[in-house]
């Protein structure tokens, strides 16, 4: 149940700053009332996974899948480019994440 907490604290917190985006500085009032109670409860879900998984690991995975996913939402929602160089560090934070967990006796 762990993971599911994290995948979901990780789904929210991508949310949150999709809607951050979107608020312009909290300046459009839906977006920013989204962005809040989504980082809410990704933080919420992150902290219960920190009873089960070491703290580097979750973090890792959250902050990981995060960017990647972030970015690919900033590049086909937001019409944002991505050059070689940033498509390489993304395949490398997914790549690190990966080895984490697969790899890894850290994550047991």
Not at 10 to 20: C, R, Y
Not at 32 to 59: E, H, N, Q, R, W
Not at 64 to 81: P, S
Not at 86 to 95: E, K, L, Q, V
Request: hydrophobic share 60%; net charge neutral.
């Amino acid at each position: 149940m762990h993971w599911v907490y994290l995948f979901i604290a990780i789904s929210f917190e991508v949310t949150g700053t999709t809607a951050l985006k979107a608020s312009e500085n909290f300046s459009n009032l839906v977006p920013s009332i989204v962005t809040v109670i989504a980082y809410c409860i990704s933080f919420y879900c992150l902290s219960l996974t920190l009873k089960v998984i070491p703290v580097g690991i979750a973090y890792a995975v959250w902050a990981g899948f995060g960017m990647a996913a972030i970015t690919l939402i900033g590049y086909f929602v937001f019409k944002q480019t991505l050059d070689l160089a940033a498509i390489i560090g993304i395949c490398m934070i997914i790549s690190g994440v990966l080895v984490l967990n697969l790899l890894s006796n850290a994550t047991a």
